[in-house]
């Protein structure tokens, strides 16, 4: 089946500093990914949909200049938090779309654990 | 999308089916019933989804009621692995997929 892989699978890192999450489809080829944050005993919250060779979209309140994505192929995603803060860390996971029985069903990484010193 | 309502928890016992109500009664004719699982500290994991008929693969069954306003998620013989949030999500074709605060299962041995 479809595998979506995310690295590193934890991170930390000292305030001030950047960070990278890549996401990669194994087997097969993406053209949309999507990113999403979940803070401590709540649930996912979408940030943002990559897409392969544009520019992402961003959702409502969500800093692009702080979250920076970049789509470069069909098997790749990569999430940069820029100048950290603690209170940026939490738990990033990426998903891919794949198409079955008629509809798109997203396919998840493991996630990303971000602490911020 | 159509909003869904799940309750916060449940409790099922460890060997039993445990069987996940969720309430979309504003659901539109070419909106999906999806269902999504997440086991503590990992990413969602996909169950199931469907239209409008009932669905079954290994993982589950899914049972959507005629007028497709409420559906259930079926655990044929729950273990304490399947101890999860489990989330209902009802969208068209091709939307973005927005997670609610799901059903808490805890299953019991």
């Known amino acids: 089946g479809a595998v979506v892989s995310q690295h590193p699978s934890r991170v930390i890192c000292k305030s001030g500093t950047s960070v990278k999450i890549e996401c990669r489809s194994l087997?097969?080829?993406?053209?949309?990914m999507f990113w999403y944050r979940q803070f401590p005993k709540q649930s996912l919250m979408l940030m943002a949909t990559?897409?392969?060779?544009?520019?992402?979209?961003?959702e409502q309140g969500v800093e692009k200049d702080k979250f920076l994505i970049n789509h470069a192929s069909l098997t790749l995603s990569t999430l940069t938090v820029t100048s950290a803060h603690p209170e940026d860390s939490s738990f990033y996971i990426c998903?891919?779309?794949?198409?079955?029985?008629?509809?798109?069903?997203?396919?998840f990484g493991a996630g990303s654990r971000l602490t911020v010193l | 999308d159509a909003k869904t309502t799940q309750p916060t928890s449940m409790d099922c016992a460890e060997g039993r089916a445990a069987n996940l109500p969720c309430n979309h009664s504003?659901?539109?004719?070419?909106?999906?019933v999806y269902w999504y699982r997440q086991i503590h500290s990992q990413g969602p994991q996909y169950i199931i989804h469907?239209?409008?008929n009932n669905e079954t693969n290994e993982m589950a069954s899914l049972i959507i009621t005629e007028d497709r306003k409420s559906s259930t998620l079926i655990l044929p013989h729950a273990t304490l692995r399947d101890t999860a949030v489990y989330y209902c999500?009802?969208?068209?074709?091709?939307?973005?997929?927005?997670f609610g605060s799901g059903t808490k299962l805890n299953v019991k041995p």
């Open positions: 998903s891919a779309s794949i198409r079955s029985s008629g509809a798109n069903v997203l396919t």
């Open positions: 087997d097969f080829q993406a053209t949309t």
């Open positions: 990559s897409n392969e060779g544009s520019k992402a979209t961003y």
């Open positions: 504003t659901i539109s004719g070419n909106e999906y």
């Open positions: 469907g239209l409008k």
């Open positions: 999500i009802v969208i068209p074709p091709a939307n973005k997929f927005y």
